[in-house]
């Protein structure tokens, strides 16, 4: 079965530079949700998206930005990184109907120098 | 504020004995919770889950229990097998749409041969 598409999956950028990580959702998956682990820590929802529009907002600093396509894949935009955004990003789709769950991708590995 | 708490790190059993994988929450607008299977440099994988309105959930050899009034939900694992050996999270959410996933910490289980 088709899965949870995430590009790149291992990423190096310096400081103050600018990063953009792809989703790809399951097929008919038109919800798609953002997480970030730290190293060691558990991953904390960062935003999510119904449709094209937001529909949930966490704890997401106001450097990185995203958005849904038409196509429902999304982008996650980090834009002045700083080492503390090192961390695995996870990207997350679901259905919209009842108690849906979330499926993850494999992640993408940020490394800020 | 952790709101979904997993308190044992680790967890180590013997293949072929249970596994019992605990999660408490604190959040009594929580009525969805997931359970999660991570290997290191992958995303987590859905296992099982379970809605506030049942008190027990089985697929093949995981079983969920949901304690509501104690906030308490458990993994069951019988039998255990070396290739359970992960991480194990414990997630969270409310009833409405596009919610989030709250996780815990996690328990990382050992099975030995």
């Known amino acids: 079965a088709a899965g949870v598409i995430q590009s790149p999956r291992h990423l190096i950028k310096e400081k103050r530079e600018t990063a953009t990580l792809k989703c790809y959702p399951i097929p008919r998956h038109d919800t798609v949700y953002w997480y970030q682990q730290g190293p060691g820590q558990d991953p904390q929802f960062l935003i999510s998206?119904?449709?094209?529009?937001?529909?949930d907002k966490g704890s997401i600093p106001d450097r990185f930005s995203a958005q849904q396509f038409s196509d429902y894949h999304s982008e996650l935009n980090m834009s002045s990184l700083e080492l503390g955004d090192s961390a695995l990003y996870f990207c997350?789709?679901?259905?919209?109907?009842?108690?849906?769950?979330?499926?993850f991708g494999p992640g993408t590995r940020l490394l800020v120098l | 504020d952790q709101q979904v708490k997993q308190n044992s790190p680790s967890l180590s059993v013997q293949e072929g004995r249970i596994s019992i994988l605990n999660c408490d929450y604190t959040?009594?607008?929580?009525?969805?919770f997931l359970w999660y299977k991570k290997y290191p440099a992958e995303g987590p994988t859905f296992l099982i889950s379970?809605?506030?309105?049942?008190d027990k959930n089985e697929d093949g050899r995981f079983t969920v229990f949901l304690n509501k009034s104690a906030k308490h939900l458990s993994l069951h694992i019988v039998p255990s097998q070396p290739g359970d050996s992960a991480v194990y999270f414990c997630?969270?959410?409310?009833?409405?749409?596009?919610?989030?996933?709250?996780f815990g910490t996690g328990t990382r289980l050992l099975v030995s041969p």
């Open positions: 998206f119904y449709e094209k529009m937001q529909s």
């Open positions: 379970i809605s506030s309105i049942k």
């Open positions: 997350a789709s679901s259905t919209n109907s009842g108690q849906e769950t979330q499926y």
């Open positions: 959040n009594s607008m929580f009525d969805y």
């Open positions: 997630a969270a959410r409310g009833n409405t749409g596009f919610q989030k996933l709250v």
